[in-house]
């Protein structure tokens, strides 16, 4: 009995076109907060971002004019990520029962790991330069307003008024940020603990609401 014809494998389905635009994005936006983490601002160039993501120049090029857009879309990413990173922290059972050793620990996440040493990168490009300040602030701020919303509501939650609850989030915050800037050139990890460790048992002390949340 003559062999029976094999059907022609099926066609794997094309993807859509905006599949690999975004795709292509998300390589390019990894790709240059790579660089900005190797090289720093100076040494991002849209050459080196497109061979970091296996992509042509003109690829790069067709989804971002220069290195301004790259560097907005970069930080708008870096934050994007931080929110997420916030979420997951203030929505656990844990930050219920510690709010403020929730509140350090989301702090911590971002400016003890690359979003912060990424952005700071853009940040301080753009403190010379009007136009890229004028578009990576509403970025900046967005992550700020969406971030402090979360804690400041986590902080009501365990009994702060909001001018409490307001004095707490920016006391710790500014208090991280300082050490942030300080450990790129100083690696004091241990003081940098022990000093939160007291910031909480003094917030304890100081709103016991807090404190019974721990217990």
Known sequence: ???????????????????????????????????????????????????????????????????????????????????????RVAR????GRKPIEGFIADCLSVYFDWPFIAALEAIVAARTDPELMARILPVMDNYRQST???????????????????????????M????????MWQQDESHYRAYLKDWVKLVHERYPTLAAKDS
């Open 1 to 87: 009995m003559p062999a029976q014809p094999q059907p022609a494998p099926a066609t794997p389905p094309r993807r859509k076109q905006e599949d690999r635009t975004r795709e292509a994005k998300e390589k390019l936006l990894t790709a240059t907060i790579d660089v900005f983490m190797r090289s720093g601002y100076s040494g991002l160039t849209t050459k080196e971002v497109a061979r970091t993501a296996g992509l042509s120049n003109g690829a790069l090029m067709h989804h971002y004019a220069n290195k301004a857009e790259l560097v907005v879309a970069a930080t708008a990413a870096i934050y994007d990520e931080a929110i997420v990173r916030g979420q």
């Open 92 to 95: 656990s059972a844990e930050a």
């Open 148 to 174: 402090n919303a979360l804690w400041l509501e986590v902080f009501r939650e365990a009994g702060l008024t909001p001018k409490e609850a307001r004095l707490v989030l920016n006391l710790t915050l500014n």
């Open 176 to 183: 991280i940020r300082g050490m942030a800037v300080n450990r």
